[in-house]
């Protein structure tokens, strides 16, 4: 596998274990070189904290845009997490555009909603403009509630495998190549991702933790991201990404005040070994 380059485009939180702030530490360790595009600073993210600052880079990425294209950079995959605006995510569909090759993968983290709600800030113009970034998505990676602001369909704390395969079904219609369902949990004590890969579905099963911090889908959207640009299946990716996030958990869970993230960083070291097996 040759080097690769990537681009990632999220807000930087500047506490709160999330966005880039997991993003970059976590596909580097994976081997990737990693170009940042931060869509927004935050002094902490909007999950649980009050009072945050939050400014706005819309402006910024279009200069960005133009000095990239002048200097003709290019990258292998571009990969988008949280996003602040309606705009932005135009604007993230012509930075790919603009410096995609041939091969070039866009990768969609359509990191706005969970546990039945969307995130502060956001509202369904923002949801129909997600519904054109993921329609161009070589891999989408929403959990159930993105899943169904995506796809306008009803949000279940219980379901069964036609709800999901209803869910997979609308999310290739709409446009999406490649899909990785997460937080699906047909029994109390497991849960699981659901990979849609050329139209064939396979469930990688693991551990349901009682305890579940916040930036857990940015922890296991990046190291699919990493994993799969390392030359792994999707598939494969899927299940170090699970296993890696599971084991961050783990080591969070024995830390009451430890609200806001995960602990990812001491385990980055099974990552890196499960990516050489
Ligand atoms: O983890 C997703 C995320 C990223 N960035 C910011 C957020 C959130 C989720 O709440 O608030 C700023």
């Given amino acids: 596998m040759s080097y690769q380059r990537i681009l990632t485009i999220q807000d930087i939180s500047c506490v709160g274990q999330c966005s880039l702030t997991v993003a970059l530490p976590i596909i580097s360790a994976c081997g990737i070189e990693t170009c940042v595009l931060p869509s927004a600073v935050l002094s902490t993210h909007t999950a649980g904290f009050s009072g945050y600052t939050f400014r706005d880079l819309t402006e910024d990425m279009v200069d960005i845009k133009k000095h990239w294209s002048k200097e003709q950079i290019k990258f292998d995959a571009v990969y988008t997490g949280y996003l602040g605006s309606t705009k932005q995510i135009e604007y993230v569909a012509d930075i790919f555009d603009a410096t995609r090759k041939q091969s070039s993968l866009l990768l969609v983290d359509p990191a706005m909603a969970d546990n039945g709600n969307l995130y ?129 958990i783990k080591a969070t869970a024995q830390e009451d005040n430890h609200w806001y993230g995960a602990k990812f960083e001491p385990i980055l070291p099974k990552l890196i070994d499960a990516l050489g097996e």
Avoid: W
């Fill in 120 to 248: 502060p800030g956001f509202d369904g113009a923002f949801v129909n403009s997600m519904k054109k970034l993921c329609a161009k998505a070589d891999y989408l990676l929403p959990n159930i509630t993105e899943a169904c602001f995506l796809t306008d369909q009803e949000y279940r704390t219980e379901y069964d495998r036609d709800y999901i395969g209803s869910l997979l079904q609308k999310l290739t219609a709409l446009g999406c190549k490649n899909i990785i369902l997460t937080g699906v949990s047909y029994s109390p004590a497991m849960t699981g991702v659901v990979v849609c890969e050329n139209g064939k579905y396979a469930y990688y099963e693991h551990q349901k933790l009682a305890n579940s911090c916040h930036g857990t889908g940015d922890i296991y959207a990046s190291s699919f991201v990493g994993a799969l640009m390392r030359g792994k299946s999707a598939y494969d990716a899927a299940r170090i990404a699970a296993d890696y996030t599971v084991e961050c």
